[in-house]
């Protein structure tokens, strides 16, 4: 070989390396299969699908009722779950949803007289007094009452029959397939039902909501009236003061309705919700609190 020709060849090779080490393009390298996770994802998070419990559910005198874990949504018990009724003031959860979904919770509210032309359980607010959404919220899901629940209505909605418009609204993109509202508090209406799987699901969104689940596991708080009286609010929620684990949700009482109860619990790393419909005094705590033991008080290596 000729020295011009070693010359070239020498070139050509430095000239191949230099290619290769400053970024040119050698054969990709196989990449790994990725391996798809059976289990439902949020963010990075796998979600441990929750276990329905081996002991049977205790038999409940309520007419419809569900059990569910928050973090998966997975029904753990269900009698009657879809079918549709009066849910009395459990629909505030959803009135709250709709006040925290207008934003500016810290907004003043001025009173109207008629946020008052309502009975039987008000706070008694006069026209003219001013509060702010979030003390008018929070009055709302501990005494449940039902001037408050027009007031936030017309201050989100311009009308009652706005903001039920608006309910109807969250109720759908939540989910909740078998419900209609057309108020803001739950007194009965012609027209106005919900289910207790469709409850479940608000109260998991509300659940969430660490405000709203801060109100409902309010056990009583003492309101300021402009005036200056005060009053003790207490929570119409009588597990919290009964179960330990018990922390929220919201009551409701009406003569269609019967006693209705939609209750939260945490024990042993788990979390559920607990809706009963059309019970009755006693039976509506007896009813909750069994479903709550039995979906919470068991060993944690069942999940």
Request: with cysteine; aromatic share 4%; proline share 7%.
């Amino acid at each position: 070989m000729s020295r011009l020709s070693c010359v070239h060849l020498l070139a050509l090779v430095f000239t191949a390396a230099l290619i290769t080490s400053c970024g040119g393009n050698p054969p990709p390298r196989a990449q790994p299969a990725r391996v798809q996770s059976a289990q439902p994802v949020v963010g990075d998070q796998p979600v441990r699908v929750a276990a329905i419990p081996p002991k049977a559910p205790p038999p409940v005198a309520a007419e419809s009722a569900i059990v569910i874990d928050v973090v998966s949504g997975r029904v753990l018990y269900a009698k009657n779950a879809d079918l549709p009724r009066a849910v009395a003031s459990t629909q505030k959860i959803v009135t709250a949803l709709c006040v925290l979904d207008a934003g500016n919770i810290d907004k003043p509210v001025t009173i109207q007289a008629v946020d008052g032309a309502c009975e039987p359980t008000n706070l008694n607010l006069k026209a003219g007094e001013i509060y702010p959404r979030r003390e008018l919220t929070k009055v709302l899901m501990v005494k449940s009452a039902n001037d408050v629940a027009r007031a936030l209505a017309r201050d989100v909605g311009g009308s009652q029959e706005s903001f039920a418009a608006l309910m109807n609204q969250k109720a759908a993109s939540l989910g909740m397939r078998n419900s209609n509202f057309i108020n803001p508090n739950g007194l009965p209406q012609a027209g106005q039902y919900s289910t207790a799987r469709d409850m479940a699901i608000a109260a998991r969104a509300a659940y969430r909501s660490p405000l709203i689940r801060s109100f409902t596991a309010t056990k009583g708080f003492t309101f300021r009236f402009n005036d200056g009286r005060t009053r003790f609010i207490e929570n119409t929620n009588k597990l919290l003061k009964t179960v330990p684990y018990c922390d929220g949700l919201k009551t409701g009482t009406t003569n269609a309705a019967g006693r209705c109860l939609v209750c939260s619990g945490s024990l042993n790393g788990r979390s559920v919700i607990v809706v009963v419909l059309k019970s009755n005094t006693p039976n509506v705590w007896k009813d909750s609190s069994k479903l709550l033991a039995w979906a919470l008080e068991r060993p944690v290596s069942g999940s």
